[in-house]
C-alpha cells in the first residue's frame, strides 16, 4: 500500500499565513467513546494532536498559537477525569520542554491559573522560565479559562483604577479595555479553528475573537494533525476580511 503523501500548504496560504491562530480542541472524549475507550484516552491522544500542531505553526513562522486547554467549566467534570487532566497537563509541560525548545517555542498561559492544583502551577512556571528566551512561536495555553470571567475581571481592575484616580471613565475606550485582558501582550485571533464540528464558541475569547475568522471542521481532535491544520489555513486564504468595511 502506498505511503501517504506529505501535508501541503499552497504558496497563496503560505503568503497570507494568519499571525495568531487560536483553537478550541473539541472531541476528545467522543473519540474515546466511539472506540469503547475511558474519555480519559482521548486527552493522552489529544496531546499527540498539540505537539502536531505547534510543530507545524512554529515550522510556518506563526507568530502566535493559542490552545483552550481547559475551561472553568471544566471544573465541573468529574474529580477523577479532571484529576487525570492536571496530571496529564503537567508532564506535558514537563517532558515537552526539550521538543519546544527545538522548535524555538516560548510559553505562555492565560487564565484564573492560581485555581490549578500547586504542582500544575509549579511545572508552568518552570516551563515557561526554560522556554522564556527562544524567540519563536508563542504558545499560549488558556487554562482555567472563561471568556466572560476574563471581562468581568477586566472591569474589576478598570472599576479599582477609577477609584483610585488613576483612570478618568470618559478614557474607558476599546484600547484601554483591551488592556485590561489577559491578552494584553498579544494581538486579536485572526483565524479560530474548532474541532469535532459544533458551531459554538464555548466562552472562549469572546472579546478578541470580534472579527476573527472561523473554520470549524468534523474531524476530532485526537485525529487533528498537520493535513487538518493546513487545510484550516487555506480555507483561512479564501476568506476576504473587510472588518466591516466593502473590501
Not at 5 to 24: C, D, G, K, M, N
Not at 112 to 135: D, G, H, W
Not at 185 to 214: A, H, K, V
Amino acid at each position: 500500500m502506498a505511503a501517504a503523501a506529505a501535508p501541503h500548504l499552497s504558496p497563496e496560504a503560505r503568503a497570507s499565513l494568519p499571525t495568531h491562530v487560536a483553537i478550541i480542541m473539541d472531541g476528545n472524549g467522543r473519540w474515546a467513546r466511539q472506540r469503547g475507550l475511558p474519555r480519559v484516552e482521548g486527552h493522552r491522544r489529544g496531546v499527540e494532536s498539540v505537539r502536531a500542531v505547534v510543530r507545524a505553526a512554529g515550522e510556518l513562522g506563526i507568530k502566535y498559537l493559542t490552545l483552550y486547554a481547559f475551561s472553568v467549566e471544566n471544573w465541573n467534570r468529574p474529580r477523577d477525569e479532571v484529576d487525570t487532566l492536571m496530571k496529564y497537563l503537567a508532564r506535558y509541560l514537563k517532558t515537552e520542554i526539550n521538543e519546544l525548545n527545538r522548535n524555538n517555542v516560548r510559553l505562555e498561559a492565560i487564565g484564573q491559573i492560581y485555581r490549578l492544583p500547586e504542582f500544575v502551577q509549579e511545572q508552568l512556571a518552570k516551563t515557561r522560565e526554560a522556554l522564556s528566551r527562544n524567540n519563536g512561536l508563542t504558545l499560549t495555553l488558556a487554562l482555567s479559562y472563561g471568556g466572560r470571567t476574563e471581562i468581568v475581571e477586566a472591569v474589576r481592575k478598570i472599576a479599582h483604577e477609577v477609584a483610585e484616580g488613576k483612570l478618568d471613565p470618559d478614557e474607558i475606550n476599546e484600547q484601554v479595555f483591551s488592556q485590561h485582558l489577559y491578552t494584553h501582550n498579544y494581538p486579536d485571533p485572526d483565524l479560530l479553528i474548532r474541532t469535532s464540528g459544533e458551531l459554538r464558541i464555548s466562552n472562549f475569547m469572546l472579546w478578541q475573537c470580534s472579527y476573527t475568522e472561523f473554520v470549524v471542521t468534523p474531524t476530532l481532535w485526537p485525529d487533528f494533525r498537520k493535513a487538518e491544520f493546513y487545510a484550516a489555513l487555506e480555507e483561512y486564504t479564501r476568506r476576504h476580511r473587510r472588518f466591516g468595511g466593502v473590501g
